[in-house]
């Protein structure tokens, strides 16, 4: 069976999750959920990044402990992705102690190939992004201080005794590294942003600090705390088993397939660990997917602007899989996406409760009432009948695929949406109630063809609806074991006369509040 390792970034155990890393959690969860379904034999990681000046700074601030502070937050970030129906495989916390042995043995590892040597740090940092800056990157304000022109967060002078990982080395073996890996970094835009930044040279990077305590100490040198990032990019290894080379997972699922990041973090991905990777001798993972961010009416999203769309408001308004399809539907993945609860209510009752959500209601309903509860026998087919359901089988397999590889989610959908539309025309053009009295035998074939477009959608739509996928596969008596991609098209159509449950309601259409359409309060679902 092939293999698929997807990670997303580990999140920093400094605050309270928000729909940024529920949106990238959904992401990662879509594409290992498809791949699963397609046959993959899937791994897939997220979690906490814990260690580092910036969460010890968060929990000084609240009064408490680091490591009681990180565990708080930790079990945040867990159940964000569960509440979420996130399938991770594992969920790594790099305060863990085998992540810690990790570190020490990645480190060695560089330092052996001659990669590590001791010097001074004289430069600016930001705790914030956990990142240095030469001036070239920062703006000085009218008030003397100095921000990274990019992150725009405070930059601070440090001026330290550190390690350094000899990264002006692999100027040229990264170069040589994205053109033999064209998909490298995806999608293509940045990944030219990547190889001007490199071809401009590199320096080599300030890899231990000694003025806090909160990490992972250097092996040999312990009043040297590793930077954060090699620490924080080792997770990806450790969850596999690193440093254990045959570790089972580590032989099956490395290099990884996709490291799934925001935009904000592409270069530690597609410049650092690479680099960190080829020193210590490990293959460099197969590609690294950033997105862009949410923004909501064009604006970041921030307390102080009260526009913040938190995952909780959104599973009380819309329900989890209404969320998680929202999420994916309304933003170009890859890009930045403008979300706000009218367009994601828009996009929920137009699609999933008017197209898709109607469609199985009335067939099923006209099953339920005129075949007898049982899957209808169809009569010969037309070229009418037979056009959907070859639109509806292994063709929209094909397309939703297609976009799938490219990580286009929001594309994926609108394969099968169109779909829902064409089965929803057909009906209005068929006409079954009124078959019902002049050709009831039409009728049966015409409620058999659209049962099985039903069951086609209700696979297809598994990575994006888990739960609601699993009622409508119920109600048209899909087995359990038969509800994987390969099930997909004619070769596996529904048996005539299988009994059928009794139907339900499966996407409610969202009822606004006018009230209260901030979304603070729940609205009704009808
Ligand atoms: N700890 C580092 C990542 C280390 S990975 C080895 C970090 N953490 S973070 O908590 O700041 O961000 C976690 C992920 O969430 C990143 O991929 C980041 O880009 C993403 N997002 C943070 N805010 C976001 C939005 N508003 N929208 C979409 N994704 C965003 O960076």
């Not at 990238?24 to 379904?37: Q, S």
């Not at 791994?43 to 814990?50: K, L, Q």
């Not at 190889?195 to 600090?209: A, H, N």
């Not at 109607?358 to 049982?374: E, F, G, H, P, W």
Request: proline residues 4%; contains cysteine; aromatic residues 10%.
């Amino acid at each position: 069976m092939k293999s698929f390792y997807i990670s997303t970034a580990i999140s920093y155990a400094n605050a309270a999750p928000h729909i940024g890393h529920a949106y990238e959690a959904i992401g990662a969860d879509v594409m290992a959920r498809f791949k699963r379904l397609d046959g993959y034999d899937v791994y897939f990681v997220t979690g906490t990044d814990e260690h580092g000046q910036k969460v010890e700074k968060s929990a000084q601030l609240a009064g408490k402990k680091p490591q009681q502070f990180v565990d708080e937050v930790a079990a945040l970030f867990e159940g964000m992705c569960r509440s979420m129906n996130v399938s991770y495989d594992q969920f790594i916390r790099t305060t863990a102690e085998s992540h810690k042995k990790s570190c020490q043995a990645i480190w060695k590892k560089m330092e052996e190939k001659g990669d590590i040597y001791l010097n001074k740090y004289a430069g600016w940092y930001s705790t914030r992004d956990e990142a240095f800056y030469t001036e070239a990157d920062l703006t000085t304000l009218p008030n003397g201080k100095k921000i990274s022109t990019e992150t725009k967060t405070e930059v601070e002078w440090m001026e330290e005794e550190s390690y350094f990982f000899r990264l002006s080395a692999y100027t040229d073996k990264l170069l040589a590294l994205y053109e033999q890996q064209p998909d490298f970094v995806q999608p293509g835009f940045r990944k030219n942003e990547v190889v001007s930044f490199v071809k401009q040279g590199l320096r080599d990077l300030s890899v231990s600090r000694t003025t806090f305590d909160w990490g992972v100490p250097v092996p040999g040198a312990l009043k040297h705390i590793m930077y954060v990032w090699v620490d924080a990019l080792t997770n990806y290894i450790t969850a596999l088993g690193y440093p254990d080379t045959n570790a089972e997972k580590f032989k099956k699922y490395w290099p990884c397939d996709v490291h799934l990041i925001g935009k904000d973090i592409i270069r530690f991905h597609a410049i650092y660990w690479p680099a960190f990777l080829m020193s210590a001798g490990i293959p460099v993972q197969k590609r690294v997917f950033g997105h862009g961010f949410l923004l909501t009416e064009g604006e970041k999203m921030s307390k102080s602007l009260g526009n913040v769309i938190s995952p909780e408001n959104l599973i009380v308004k819309y329900g989890v899989d209404q969320s998680r399809y929202a999420l994916m539907r309304e933003a170009t993945f890859g890009q930045d996406g403008d979300i706000s609860y009218t367009l994601m209510t828009t996009r929920i009752n137009a699609e999933l409760a008017n197209n898709l959500g109607n469609l199985v209601q009335r067939t099923l309903s006209m099953i339920a009432k005129n075949c007898d509860a049982k899957v209808p026998t169809p009569g010969i087919l037309e070229d009418v009948d037979k056009a959907l359901l070859q639109k509806a089988g292994q063709a929209m397999l094909v397309a939703v695929r297609a976009e799938f590889e490219k990580m286009q989610f929001s594309k994926a959908i609108e394969e099968f949406i169109s779909v829902s539309h064409a089965a929803n025309l057909y009906i209005d053009e068929q006409a079954p109630w009124t078959l019902k009295k002049t050709d009831p035998a039409r009728m049966a074939t015409v409620l058999y063809v659209l049962a099985e477009v039903i069951r086609n959608l209700g696979l297809i739509i598994q990575p994006f609806t888990p739960v609601a996928a699993q009622k409508i596969l119920d109600q048209v008596a899909v087995a359990a074991n038969e509800r994987d991609f390969g099930f997909i098209g004619e070769a596996h159509a529904l048996k005539a006369g299988m009994p059928l449950p009794a139907p339900s309601g499966v996407f409610p259409r969202i009822i606004e509040d006018t009230a209260n359409s901030s979304g603070s309060a729940a609205a009704k679902t009808a």
